[in-house]
């Protein structure tokens, strides 16, 4: 069963633009990750924030977590054409890793 | 480091056969996990194997499904008798423990007619 929530479903922006992805989850977590997955491929890990983090930066990825609205939100800023894939959080609640639905991202040239 | 190896890539078989998942996690991993992904259900955790041990099962389907880790270095994904509706990718990721991210595999795509 999935944990975590993304919103929106699907993101289409222009290149330059920034994005900005949203997961909800449900129950307490020891971390939250975000990951990419390109048409047919693997998932890459992006980002880890953990319980006791507000806020974590990577390149051109900014995360925040907020554990009192159990929620989560990905930035990704100056998008780019390659930057187009689907990407997931994940809730790492102690046992299990569990996966959201996705959100996919397009970025037009 | 090669990375997280999947085999196959892809597979067809036909509805009953046995099929075989293969993958080698990154070494000095020391936990394993097989998902399933598929567009209705997305991404579903299978099993996971922490020092080859096998932790939580409970999000393997049916008895048709069973995983072993006989080392640290290898695990298996049988499915058997397999069924159309086993049709998806299946993903095998590793990390060095709980708390680090995950490194996936390029996933098998299995295709059961």
Redesign the interface.
Known sequence: ??QGEEDPQALSIQEGENATMNCSYKTSI??L?W?RQNSG?????LI?I?SNEREKHSGRLRVTLDTSKKSSSLLITASRAADTASY?C?T?A?????????TRLTVKP | DAGVIQSPRHEVTEMGQEVTLRCKPISGHNSLFWYRQTMMRGLELLIYFNNNVPIDDSGMPEDRFSAKMPNASFSTLKIQPSEPRDSAVYFCASTISRGHGYTFGSGTRLTVV
């Open positions: 069963s999935q020891n971390n990750q990951y491929r693997g998932l890459v890990h880890l953990r997931f994940a790492d102690y046992n299990d890793m569990r996966f959201g639905a996705g």
